[in-house]
């Protein structure tokens, strides 16, 4: 195969001409060094290089303007506006960039395609009138500064023009316009050879300039585009070039140069459907793995979607030995944006105390606990410990240690809603964090860091410069636009190896073999989206590029990609989790319906081997060491929660108890459903402790209920956190509490209303007795603690107090052989059994008691008490009463649990845990 660029050259070499005195301007840069290496290799003898321009610096080079980025024309273009604005009607920076932004797209398109500005503008602020609110006879304020918006767009402008002419600054279709007006001095002045190569969609000033220096001889143009394109009238490949051919007074009599004749021989073109993005890299990486290696160097990976180069790097296969990758590696994607990030993330918010999830964000980034030496988990700790929500940010800073105090000072300090005292701070930590890396080590970090150096340095000039910025969540809107801009090049050899670049660096180059991935609607082509305040039919009526032209470009470069290539591999996305993702893209069924006849076209879909993994329930043997562990537990006492624990599933048992695991502990934010429990719980147990073996009075009981406010005020404040609870969720759990406590206190006060009696027997004893188990050659107790013990007109209860919802029906056993088989729906009635039993065996019943659960979430349904049925299901007769015999029963089902528990051949086995029990 012999590419375009190789082609052009052969011929200008075949004139005998020395192509030292010659310009080549190419669509890219990439372009131009490529030309540069073919024809060292061409020429066969030493020669100096010709020189060769993209065409961007070309324009800049001959307008004699300096070209500036879309930040700094932002930044101009502010100052612009505050000039020509009246103050009362003057927006902040951060308002006025989110249409600015589109506004100065608008001025570079205007400037590039040397529209009239002034019929141009009228035109446009006519139309707005027009459409919004020319019928109404008077206009609100609202409908004025809507209208005079548009009436002032000339004046902004002109001023911006004039503005950055005075300090010879110009944005992209400023210098584009100033070449093409200095276009005739420019050829008087350059008499040698231009050799403009491989474009395709020109603008106007572009167009200017290219007619101009063809017809005056200096320039010579070599377009590249197959015959089948420019013959046929409907095809987007070839729109442009019809229009030069068609417009152009110099192909009325000169013949259009390059047309190949390529597309239409043989290729290998296979249309490949992937599930997912990761998916089409990982395919990528399969694809590659099937070449030669000689046939490495002949491929191009092309991504459509350049957020894919990650993944396609992460999938590279063993035989990929040199790769060249020409777009960049985005800054937005390396490690330490995240710090940055956060941090300005964090003093955005104008705050006197710091929030705990940002502070562990930051100390526990990768890069602060490489440079503290883990250090900041000691934070994470403390933070979770205390349960630290918000804190001072002395607080913080004095837990820290001398040698990081610095580090984290310039983190955590106050940066006073200051954007020059934030890129200051930022930048010292950036030379903080340099001293602690090793430069041999840390070469990748080091060059990220040099990165964001530069960024906050450019950052710094535009503070200094501009007095635009007041805040730091302006600020950070400024560094993101940046950032998303930045990239960090790669080093390699340029055209050695495999080339991956994406679709724009593919411009004037040709590869044997061509990877395409994200082959969509939406991204090849992107479709419609528009960026621009001017009417789709005002684009139409001054020929400004539409969504067919932009449609028009991204069909050029695809067919460009194919046209001297063999093998084409097009991969498109064929998951359906978006409104245009899974739809493969207009120029693959192009393809299928306008095939030619010397083209092979394979469809295929792909899809990742997933195998079915089968989780077999986890079993752990009893070894020695678990049966010792289990006879201290016995020893110490079975908890009804630990008994519970294993009847739920023996696997969690072993986790929890033997193993000692427990949950990881987290900062509670917002008040944790068992923190909720403790606290009514505990205020319960204030007030019925004062009671404890006496007579319960309604006098009390209203006392009580006037102290609970304060009272569990206090309780919060030992279980969770000295700050009052005064705002958000916490709050509305703190009247929860409230609600659950005065709600038992007035039932409470109704009984005793309708004539019964209560009198508190014990509130929150710890229990513990023995259970003699014949099999077992070591003591086994059983310990708890029950909430409440009262009696009820006489008769003893024993009760458990429920925060969550229980129902009557899971007090109630109907067959004592399913006791200790159902946590879900005996797991209660075990439970409050053991208190039973534990108080008999202290000391025992003379009569027979009850017991049960009062529910918080069910207290209209009283006392819930457990009931012995005769039969299951309905229609059964229920029994209230607790003697020896239900007790006996109910020792018999603890005592083969307990055997069980501490059988050494019984082995812990996980349990089948249904997800609605959770």
């Not at 046929?232 to 190949?260: C, G, I, T």
Request: aromatic residues 12%; negative net charge.
């Amino acid at each position: 195969m012999t590419s375009f660029i190789t082609q052009i050259l052969q011929e200008l070499l075949s004139r005998k001409v020395s192509l030292s005195d010659y310009t080549f301007i190419l669509p890219s840069k990439r372009a131009g060094s490529y030309l540069i290496s073919q024809l060292a290799s061409l020429s066969g003898k030493p020669a100096f290089a010709p020189k060769v321009m993209s065409i961007e610096d070309f324009a800049e080079d001959m307008s004699g303007l300096k070209a500036i980025d879309n930040t700094a024309a932002l930044f101009e273009f502010y100052s612009v506006y505050l000039k020509c604005t009246p103050k009362d009607k003057v927006e902040n920076f951060d308002t006025f960039a989110s249409w600015a932004q589109t506004l100065l797209y608008d001025f570079n398109e205007i400037d590039r395609y040397l529209i009239d500005y002034r019929s141009f503008f009228d035109y446009l602020s006519d139309i707005q009138e027009i459409n919004h609110w020319s019928v109404q006879e008077e206009k609100t304020p609202i409908m004025e500064n809507y209208l005079s918006f548009w009436r002032k767009i000339p004046e902004y402008y002109e001023e911006l023009k004039s503005s950055l002419e005075q300090q010879n600054l110009a944005y992209q279709g400023m210098v584009y316009r100033r070449a093409s007006e200095k276009i005739e001095s420019y050829i008087q002045q350059n008499k040698n050879p231009h050799i403009f190569l491989g474009f395709n969609a020109l603008n106007n000033a572009e167009q200017e300039i290219l007619q101009k220096m063809n017809a005056s001889g200096v320039a010579e143009i070599f377009w590249d585009i197959d015959e089948v394109f420019l013959k046929d009238p409907q095809h987007d490949a070839s729109l442009f070039m019809r229009r030069y051919q068609k417009e152009w007074l110099h192909y009325r009599e000169q013949p259009f140069n390059y047309v190949s004749n390529n597309f239409s021989g043989n290729k290998n073109i296979k249309m490949i459907g992937v599930p997912g993005n990761v998916g089409q890299a990982k395919y990528v990486g399969e694809l590659l793995a099937k070449l030669k290696p000689e046939d490495i160097g002949k491929t191009a990976v092309v991504l459509g979607d350049e957020g894919l180069l990650l993944p396609v790097l992460n999938s590279l296969p063993g035989n990929v030995e040199e790769i060249n990758v020409t777009m960049g590696f985005p800054l937005t994607s390396a490690p330490v944006t995240s710090l940055f990030d956060q941090l300005l993330k964090m003093h955005s918010t104008a705050s006197q105390e710091l929030y705990y999830k940002d502070v562990i964000a930051i100390s526990n980034h990768p890069l602060i606990q490489k440079v503290t030496s883990g250090f900041s988990r000691i934070i994470s700790g403390k933070i979770q410990q205390e349960n630290l929500v918000y804190f001072s940010r002395q607080t913080l800073i004095n837990f820290i240690p001398e040698k990081y105090r610095e580090l984290f000072s310039l983190c955590f300090e106050d940066w006073k809603n200051n954007p020059g005292l934030a890129v200051a701070q930022l930048q010292k930590l950036i030379f903080s964090i340099k001293d602690h890396l090793d430069k041999e080590k840390d070469q990748l970090t080091l060059e990220f860091l040099f990165q964001y150096n530069l960024l906050f340095n450019k950052l710094d000039n535009l503070l200094e410069t501009y007095a635009h910025i007041k805040t730091i969540k302006s600020l950070s809107a400024i560094y993101k636009e940046l950032v998303a801009t930045q990239t960090v090049d790669f080093r390699g050899k340029p055209f050695t190896g495999l080339q991956l670049m994406g679709m724009l660096e593919s411009r004037v180059l040709d590869f044997e073999n061509v990877i395409i991935t994200s082959v969509n609607e939406g991204v090849l082509p992107a479709g419609k989206s528009s960026n621009s305040f001017i009417p789709y039919d005002l684009k139409c009526s001054y020929n400004l590029p539409t969504y067919k032209e932009k449609d028009a470009v991204y069909t050029y470069h695809f067919y460009h990609l194919m046209q001297r290539a063999k093998n084409v591999y097009l991969l498109y996305n064929t998951e359906s989790d978006g409104l245009s993702a899974g739809e493969k893209s207009r120029f693959l069924l192009q393809l299928e319906m306008e095939k030619q006849e010397a083209h092979h076209i394979q469809k295929l879909t792909v899809a990742p081997k997933v195998p079915a993994i089968s989780r077999p329930l986890q079993s752990v043997e009893k070894t020695p060491e678990i049966i010792e562990k289990i006879k201290y537990l016995a020893g110490r006492g079975f908890s009804p929660s630990a008994l519970t624990t294993y009847i739920r599933n023996p696997l969690d048992f072993y986790h929890q108890y033997i193993l000692g695991i427990k949950d990881r502990e987290e900062v509670e934010e917002t008040v944790a459903y068992n923190t909720l429990g403790t606290v009514v719980h505990d205020t319960l147990e204030v007030f019925y402790k004062e009671w404890e073996k006496k007579q319960v009075s309604i006098d009390a009981l209203k006392e009580a209920i006037k102290r609970t406010p304060d009272e569990i005020a206090v309780q919060f404040r030992k279980s969770y956190t000295q700050e009052p609870l005064t705002k958000g969720k916490n709050l509305l759990i703190f009247e929860v509490a409230k609600r659950y406590v005065v709600n038992l206190l007035k039932m409470d006060i109704r009984d005793l209303q309708e004539g019964n009696s209560l009198k508190v027997v014990e509130i929150e004893s710890d229990l513990r007795t023995e259970i003699p188990v014949e099999n077992l050659d070591f003591p086994v107790y059983i310990r708890g603690k029950v909430d409440r013990v009262d009696e009820f007109n006489g008769k003893v209860r024993v009760i458990d107090y429920k925060t969550g919802n229980v129902q009557q029906n899971q007090v109630e056993i109907a067959d004592w052989e399913d006791l200790t088989t159902d946590y879900n729906k005996y797991g209660k009635t075990f439970q409050i059994l053991t208190y039973a039993c534990m108080l008999n065996e202290q000391q025992p019943f003379k009569k027979p008691i009850e017991a049960g659960i009062i529910s918080f979430k069910n207290l209209q349904n009283g006392f819930l008490r457990f009931n012995k049925k005769d039969k299951p299901g309905r229609g059964a007769s229920k029994n209230p009463d607790i003697d020896r015999e239900v007790l006996e029963f109910y020792k018999t089902q603890l005592k083969k649990l307990i055997e069980e528990i501490c059988d050494p051949e019984t082995a812990f086995l996980e349990k089948e845990i249904p997800t609605s029990s959770w």
